[in-house]
């Protein structure tokens, strides 16, 4: 990004911020970033992050525009409706910000590409997806490959976010341990989810990548954000790093991509 564009009217507010200085938005423009999912998550989390001048930005989601998506995952209209989402949430992004290169990838995130596309080296991976096998997916594939993560996840008037530091802070697995047996959680589709909670829970999960690029703030490290929309409560839980955790604990088990570990 040419010198001229980091001073851009667009950027003005932010730049009076204290934590970005002189080389803040610097930072934001020579970084790159991966968000896997372009749906409620995504959603706030492209916008965001497009809109704060994060230098490159690749996404990828596999589906297709539901109508039922429409009340949550912002990114998409009425007219959208049978259109790729990364194709509808390309064109808005691209018009919110044309200083940003945006890459969009009509795929899933897989055990058969994700080590592939990490070694394209990002600076942040955010998972924006939904699915307890794809959150496992991402976590273990961010710690193998030593990328930061930021967590969130909905369901109902629920939500939670947490940043990683593979080997340096708790990972989801620590947490959570290995996926649920298929059917034994509710999923959004299932129980339903409030529109709003993906905006909130993606909007702290931007927050926490312009954090972690400035390095300003404390970061939701070995911390837990959970939140209850419907009483307003927000609650930060200290967490702990597993030293047993398959994936970055003393002696992983997890040290390669296999399908089996994803009930895929
Ligand atoms: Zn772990």
Not at 8 to 29: I, T, V
Not at 30 to 57: D, F, H, N, T
Not at 80 to 95: F, H, Q, W, Y
Request: aromatic share 4%; proline share 6%; hydrophobic share 40%.
């Amino acid at each position: 990004m040419r010198k001229s564009h980091l001073a851009a009217p667009r950027y003005e507010r932010q730049n009076l911020l204290p934590e970005f200085g002189d080389r803040g938005q610097a930072r934001l423009s020579g970084s790159r970033v991966l968000v896997v999912g372009a749906g409620g998550l995504g959603s706030p989390v492209l916008l965001y992050l497009v809109a704060a001048g994060i230098g490159r930005i690749t996404f990828m989601d596999p589906d297709v525009v539901d109508e039922s998506n429409l009340h949550r995952q912002i990114l998409h209209l009425t007219p959208d409706i049978g259109r790729p989402k990364v194709d509808s949430a390309l064109e808005k992004l691209s018009r919110l910000n044309p200083l940003v290169a945006i890459d969009a990838r009509n795929d899933r995130f897989s055990v058969e590409n994700a080590m592939h596309i990490l070694s394209e080296g990002y600076d942040i991976i955010v998972d924006a997806t939904d699915g307890f096998e794809n959150k496992f997916l991402v976590n273990d594939a961010a710690v193998l490959s030593n990328t930061p993560l930021v967590c969130g996840g909905v369901l109902g008037w629920e939500g939670q976010v947490m940043s990683v530091l593979p080997a340096r802070s708790a990972c989801y697995r620590c947490l959570f341990g290995s996926p649920p047996a298929p059917g034994s959680v509710p999923t959004p589709a299932q129980a339903g989810l409030i529109g709003t909670a993906p905006a909130v829970v993606g909007s702290l999960q931007a927050t926490e990548v312009i954090k972690l690029l400035l390095k300003k703030g404390r970061l939701l490290l070995d911390r837990l954000m959970v939140m209850d929309l419907l009483v307003g409560e927000i609650r930060t839980i200290e967490v702990h790093r597993d030293t047993s955790c398959p994936v970055c604990g003393e002696a992983p088990k997890i040290t390669s991509l296999v399908k089996e570990n994803y009930n895929h």
